[in-house]
């Protein structure tokens, strides 16, 4: 087994990689997000890698980390779901907001990958159910709703302004509307602090 490739990236294509390794050439597909972020080519890159095994081939996937890897390795175990649309999904949500939506049983925000229908995400977040717990810190639980924990940060951080929390949730709901939370922290405070100082204006 490959766990990991660390190599000089010599080039890029679509979502794929190619890696060199003290002379020999690794082609490793990785989520199109990670194509994004990589240095310029002759830089060194490091990838933690899944063989997928298939009659007809043998295809490398690469991730920015072994978290990234677990999850695609357990999305590979759903009934329906082949490496092209667990990149897809890996390349739509983060880890934290894939494990809010599972926890919420939010079929519908599974539904912003591509090729996967209602049918589909109905049934993968009844197959990740109880899954990715030890993957991701288990979301805040608020009256019993699970709240992503991105949400959680940002709403303390505002409380500790000196806001309400009448204030905050409904600024916070206000924002999100009922969607996956995909900003960090201190960019969704950023924002509800505009968001907030409109309101004192008016």
Do not use: W
Request: hydrophobic letters at 40%; aromatic letters at 6%; a neutral charge.
């Amino acid at each position: 087994m490959i766990a990991f490739i660390r190599g000089t990236l010599k080039g890029h294509e679509d979502n794929q990689v190619l890696l060199d390794v003290d002379g020999i050439g690794y082609e490793v597909t990785v989520p199109p997000g990670l194509v994004r972020s990589l240095p310029g080519v002759g830089q060194e890159v490091e990838v933690y890698t899944h063989l997928y095994v298939r009659e007809d081939c043998l295809q490398l996937y690469g991730f920015r980390s072994v978290q990234d890897r677990a999850l695609f390795r357990l999305l590979l175990r759903a009934q329906g779901i082949g490496p092209r649309v667990a990149l897809a999904i890996l390349d739509t949500f983060k880890g934290e907001d894939l494990f809010g939506i599972v926890a919420r049983g939010d079929a519908h925000g599974l539904q912003r990958v591509p090729g996967v229908g209602a049918k589909s995400a109905q049934r993968l977040v009844l197959e990740l159910k109880g899954k990715l717990d030890g993957l991701f810190e288990t979301p805040v639980v608020d009256q019993g709703v699970a709240v992503p924990r991105v949400l959680d940060e940002a709403s303390q951080a505002l409380l500790s302004l000196g806001y309400s929390r009448q204030e905050v949730e409904a600024v916070l709901k206000r924002m999100t509307r009922g969607q996956p939370v995909e900003a960090a922290v201190n960019e969704l405070v950023r924002s509800a602090l505009k968001e907030l100082g409109k309101g004192k204006e008016g």
